[in-house]
């Protein structure tokens, strides 16, 4: 008798240890969305290219390349980062640096020199941005 007793127990607690182990425990996972900007920028009506002393979009920046926002690697760049940009057609500069006005001269900016609207993305991404003969 105390055999079953003492077999009964043994398999009420291995059930009880392998439905703890199989329970999911600790914090619930983390359901809030991740958060996303959006960036309004109106494009220019067509795509021209200003001087350097005519830059009125924004500030002169030196860019490795230029997609638009619309195109695979602009549209991967933006998403990764959170950015709605409204209209796919907005130029962007990937991986700027800025261009100063003494600098003009002599900028040493071998890539792609732009005006862009919108540069607070760390010189990783710049938005709206007008192509500029140095």
């Keep these: 008798m105390f055999s079953r007793i003492s077999t009964a127990t043994f398999y009420a607690f291995s059930a009880f240890a392998i ?11 983390n359901t809030t969305p991740p958060t ?5 920028v109106t494009a220019p009506a067509t795509t021209t290219t200003e001087t350097a002393g005519q830059c009125t979009t924004g500030e002169l920046q030196c860019c490795t390349s230029t997609e638009t926002a619309g195109s695979d690697t602009g549209a991967d760049l933006l ?9 796919v057609d907005v ?6 640096s ?16 732009v005006c862009c609207e919108d540069n607070a993305w760390g010189g990783l991404v710049s938005i709206g941005c007008v192509p500029v003969s140095l």
């Design 19 to 29: 439905l703890a182990a199989a329970t999911p425990g600790g914090q619930p996972p």
């Design 36 to 40: 996303t900007t959006t960036v309004t």
């Design 79 to 87: 998403g990764l980062l959170g950015i709605v940009v409204e209209d």
């Design 91 to 96: 130029l962007l500069g990937i991986t700027c």
């Design 98 to 113: 800025p261009i100063t006005v003494i600098g003009i001269g002599n900028s040493g900016c071998a890539a792609n020199a």
